[in-house]
């Protein structure tokens, strides 16, 4: 490779590296992006929802291994503003709920609702009884989501293409004008001798020279462990494995949060009837566009919780939203169970934690994983807010007059280890859930907040203490969000996108 130089260096082609690469380079700034990985655009398996499952533990999968975790059974776990936002996203007329004062309809990204999907066929056999079982609960439609309000029930929206196909931001997003190369590794950022980031060296040893900023998207993982190796982060970390202090940042790698959740499969009275994918009956074409579900409903916790949990929680939180059920007519890699069509599904999900974990390093060799210490369900209010969350989705499926009809009971998993696991039921004690939710519970891959706003950068990701260098990923956001992170990080690439415009 000659010598590579440019205005700006992006290191991480992912959500936010893409969408800064692209807006930088389409305003005619000289980019060079830098990915770790292969080139993904001519795989097949990465086009579609439902065969994206089958990546996991591939070439494409990084597969970062987390110490084990004592609050989930010593498992080790493995590894993915308005104004801003409706510039992003292009709705459909036929979505429904698609407000024109909060939705935008000429962006860069195609974003459906799933009834408005296919012209209008993708309606799977349990759409009506699901979203009835959950009015017998009390929760109700929420079809406006005004100003932003998700609270209730929910309509899922994909960001799938008119032909079912998903849309990476390195799809939707032009890099045409800027130099990407992949299978390029970063070890470090350069600096000179006042602190000012001048490039990357690669873990081949050869450099990349940036004119203005480097520009850090490696993830909530690896963006971490690049800055401790270049030698911003705890002084004592960096004095420990060799590496020389650049700029003293204690909250490097810290405050690590993510979206705990739990996946449970439950057998159909009579999967003849074409409920869930794979069965015989589950054949319309339309059914395998996208990933075969609806509704997602999003929860606040019950007072009774919140006061038990008064220390750990935030004010108003009585309105947020702290858990999310959604259903699914399929199996989503579940241990052991088929995907046969005997089976729907629910994943119950932690949406604002209140535990934090850490990323640290384990060397200074770029060719070491960071340490990942996730610290799931480390305080009560996890505990008892995921513990009512899963309660919940089991009064939806097995005890409402609409859904317990449909489906038999729960089939816990089926791997060795945990051949004495019963099947859960709504009646089963917090202590049992509790222990499925450790024994069976699996992050979310919403990892983020270890280089922080407000500690490790500022308002615009700008790296504190040093010059020309910025952080744009999800390491960046301070708390959980209360929902999938994805639409946030595209508003927050391009506010940052802005951002690094307006400076140059």
């Not at 395998?288 to 916790?301: M, T, V």
Request: hydrophobic share 35%; net charge negative.
């Amino acid at each position: 490779m000659e010598e590579q130089i440019a205005d700006y260096v992006v290191v991480g082609g992912g959500l936010a590296g893409c969408v800064v690469a692209s807006r930088l380079s389409q305003n005619d700034k000289s980019v060079i992006l830098l990915e770790a990985g292969p080139d993904a655009s001519s795989n097949p398996t990465t086009a579609f929802f439902l065969t994206g499952l089958s990546l996991q533990g591939g070439e494409l999968d990084y597969a970062y291994s987390s110490e084990p975790v004592p609050t989930t059974a010593d498992r080790a776990g493995f590894e993915e503003t308005l104004p801003t936002t409706t510039s992003g996203p292009s709705w459909p007329p036929m979505s429904a709920g698609a407000n024109l004062q909060e939705h935008g309809f000429d962006g860069p990204m195609y974003v459906t609702s799933i009834a408005g999907a296919e012209g209008g066929q993708r309606k799977y056999p349990h759409r009506e009884t699901v979203l009835k079982a959950w009015a017998e609960l009390g929760v109700s439609h929420n079809v406006d989501m005004k100003d932003g309000a998700s609270v209730g029930v929910n309509e899922i929206h994909e960001n799938c293409d008119s032909e079912g196909k998903r849309q990476p931001s390195n799809v939707v997003y032009p890099l045409d004008k800027a130099n990407v190369l992949t299978n390029l590794p970063v070890h470090r950022v350069i600096f000179d001798g006042t602190n000012r980031a001048t490039g990357v060296e690669l873990v081949d040893g050869r450099k990349v020279t940036a004119r203005k900023e480097v520009i850090l998207s490696a993830g909530a993982y690896q963006t971490p462990k690049i800055l401790m190796l270049s030698g911003v982060g705890p002084s004592a970390q960096l004095a420990e494995h060799g590496i020389h202090l650049v700029h003293e940042s204690p909250y490097v790698g810290q405050n690590l949060h993510d979206h705990y959740a739990i996946h449970l499969a439950y057998r159909l009275r009579d999967p003849s009837l074409g409920y869930a994918f794979g069965g015989t009956g589950f054949q319309h074409p339309a059914f395998f566009k996208g990933l075969p579900w609806d509704w997602i409903a999003n929860h606040p916790l019950p007072e009774d919780i919140l006061t038990k949990n008064k220390n750990e929680t935030r004010a108003g939180w009585e309105k947020r939203n702290v858990y999310k059920v959604g259903t699914a007519y399929v199996v989503p890699g579940i241990p052991g169970i088929p995907v046969d069509g005997t089976h729907i599904s629910t994943s119950t999900m932690l949406l604002l934690p209140t535990s934090r974990g850490t990323v640290t390093i384990r060397s200074s060799s770029p060719a070491d994983l960071p340490r990942i210490q996730p610290n799931y369900l480390s305080t009560q209010h996890d505990r008892d807010a995921l513990v009512h969350g899963t309660r919940t989705a089991m009064r939806l499926l097995t005890a409402t007059e609409n859904l317990k009809a449909v489906v038999e009971g729960e089939s816990p998993p089926v791997k060795e280890g945990l051949e004495w696991l019963e099947p859960l039921t709504v009646d089963a004690s917090d202590e049992v859930i509790l222990d499925r939710l450790q024994r069976t519970g699996e992050q979310h891959q919403h990892s983020g907040g270890t280089a922080a706003m407000g500690k490790v950068v500022d308002a615009e990701g700008k790296v504190f203490g040093v010059t020309g260098l910025r952080v744009a990923d999800a390491s960046i956001v301070p708390v959980p969000l209360g929902g999938h992170p994805q639409a946030s990080l595209y508003a927050m690439a391009e506010q940052l996108a802005n951002m690094i415009l307006a400076d140059s």
